[in-house]
């Protein structure tokens, strides 16, 4: 098969998505292949603006959630001392963005865990991972 080299970890915190993060800096160190994590965010601002019952306060726990996500899998990769990078990007639907993230940066291994939280930061996976493998045009690994 040919050479692992841009590898996209989708996390939201959950407990399958941080042992993806775990599983992808390992992978990533044995492949001497570049790591993107990448948080979804679904709570964009327009959606806020068309909300009711959304407000700042919540909004700043998203951003803290999300900060926290990813300074884990910065924590995680350097570890590992893996080559990588920490993305978040903005999208409501969580599986065509993480998708369209792994495209636009070229990356030809994609790594979700198998079930994620709900609420919040949406489930990312069960469906999203489902959605993942069935989108992608690369090898995707689910991590259980």
Sequence with gaps: PPMTQK???ATDGSHSARKAVDFAAGFARQCDAHVDFLVVNT???EKLRTTAGWNAEELGATR???RGELDHAREVAQKE???F???EAEGRKVAETIVAFARSRGCDHIVVGSAGRT???AALIGSVA???VIQATCPV???R
Aim: aromatic share 0%; proline share 0%; charged share 10%.
């Design 7 to 9: 590898i996209l970890c």
């Design 141 to 143: 690994t689910v991590v």
């Design 81 to 83: 001392g893996a080559d």
């Design 85 to 87: 990078g920490l993305h």
């Design 64 to 66: 803290a959630q999300i």
């Design 43 to 45: 709570v964009t601002e």
């Design 119 to 121: 609420g919040l930061t």
């Design 130 to 132: 489902r959605s993942v």
